[in-house]
């Protein structure tokens, strides 16, 4: 059975950096996309960037996370990461990672595994 769990979250202030890991067991995460989503307090969540393992490339969907925010994978560890930089109060929310066996896609409803979330809170 495919797991995830993501670390790394936490409190930070504004203008700083966080490192987000979705560490994989039960299978590789080679042959996935790997998606990274947001929910922020009240509201819905929404997808932020994807990364396709066949391909290589990356995709981001949020114009406000663009230039800031980047996702990577490292096959020896099984583990995809997302780089936060420039960390606005407004990124403020629960971040999880998840996987489809197929090309990236903006909608949750289209993966099929989830880890748990991290908070990442950017306050003074």
């Known amino acids: 059975q495919l797991k995830l769990v993501e670390s790394g979250g936490g409190l930070v202030q504004p203008g700083g950096s966080l490192r987000l890991s979705c560490a994989a067991s039960g299978d590789t995460l080679d042959g996935y996309a790997i998606g990274w989503f947001r929910q922020a307090p009240g509201k819905e969540r929404e997808g932020l960037l994807c990364l396709s393992t066949v391909s290589g490339t990356s995709t981001v969907y949020r114009d406000s996370v663009k230039g800031r925010f980047t996702v990577s994978s490292d096959s020896a560890k099984n583990t995809a990461y997302l780089q936060m930089n420039n960390l606005k109060p407004e990124d403020t929310a629960v971040y999880s990672c998840?996987?489809?066996?197929?090309?990236?896609?903006?909608?949750?409803?289209?993966?099929?595994?989830w880890g748990q979330g991290t908070q990442v809170i950017v306050s003074p």
């Open positions: 998840a996987l489809r066996l197929a090309g990236c896609a903006p909608f949750e409803g289209e993966y099929n595994y």
